[in-house]
């Protein structure tokens, strides 16, 4: 698979009451940038950009900001206030500003990524094919009885908790952190044979992935490891809104397509060992 052309960038400024000052001169800047246009604080409208090559500027909450950041790594360009609060300048953000020079900063900064997603665009177009991709980890979180599912909305559609395995950590250790952040629950792995965690020797034994999936994604792919896990205790907040359905009613859903494989594989293999067991 070969890495494919890079799309728009949207240019997500968190909020802060300074910035009130400074309409006029933002507008300025966008109206010089090319191709960025401005948009209202509507989601959907992010949305639908963001398989086109049109770019775009918002001002949004650190909430939005930091998920819309999160989930999509290559579009967005995450910005803040250097006087902003200590919780907001997270890893997520990718630039600080200073009140002092915002403006200079913030019209460089859009022109430097436009200049950097055009460089690679044209290297794109004499690249020697290759493969380029992230490790993510996705946790398909199963109720007590094994016939729900823990879905989360982003964007339209609906998805298992899971996310990018970050630099420093085990695949494993990603959906831990990543279910916890997302559902606000510590989860078990289920399935798993007896030796998960023994020490042989030099190596480990980590928990093993119900399946391991390559999701192409036009920019660049996915490789990822899906487990299957039960929620054990919500220990604290969670980023969405998660809701917990019925394997049936997944196939109804607007969620990919390999989100309802799974969920109709798993509702026969539980169906099955029910009636198994039965007396």
Not at 58 to 75: F, T
Not at 90 to 115: C, H, K, N
Request: aromatic share 10%; proline share 4%.
């Amino acid at each position: 698979m070969k890495e494919e052309k890079k799309g728009s960038l949207i240019f997500l400024l968190i909020e802060h009451s300074f910035l009130t000052t400074l309409v006029d001169e933002i507008q300025q800047v966008l109206f010089t940038t090319p191709n960025v246009i401005c948009l209202p604080s509507k989601t959907e409208l992010l949305a639908n950009l963001l398989t086109s090559e049109q770019d775009a500027f918002q001002i949004c909450d650190a909430h939005m900001g930091s998920r819309w950041r999160k989930d999509y790594p290559d579009s967005v360009v995450l910005l803040a206030c250097s006087t902003s609060a200590d919780e907001i300048l997270s890893d997520s953000v990718d630039y600080v500003l200073e009140p002092q020079i915002f403006i200079e900063q913030l019209r460089g900064i859009m022109f430097a990524e436009q200049s950097r997603r055009a460089l690679i665009n044209r290297r794109l177009q004499v690249a020697i094919k290759r493969h380029c991709f992230d490790y993510t980890a996705t946790g398909y979180v199963l109720n007590e009885a094994r016939t729900q599912m823990l879905l989360i909305p982003k964007g339209n559609q609906w998805f298992p908790p899971g996310g990018h395995v970050e630099d420093g950590e085990f695949p494993d250790e990603a959906l831990r952190r990543e279910v916890q952040e997302e559902t606000g629950y510590t989860v078990n792995f289920l399935g798993q044979q007896a030796c998960v965690g023994m020490q042989i020797g030099d190596a480990q034994v980590h928990p093993q992935p119900y399946l391991i999936l390559c999701e192409d994604l036009q920019t660049h792919s996915h490789y990822d490891f899906l487990y299957l896990i039960a929620a054990h205790t919500q220990v604290g907040a969670s980023e969405f809104e998660g809701q917990w359905m019925d394997f049936a009613r997944i196939e109804d859903l607007d969620t990919p397509e390999h989100v309802k494989w799974v969920a109709k594989q798993l509702r026969a293999s539980y169906r099955m060992l029910s009636q198994i067991s039965a007396p």
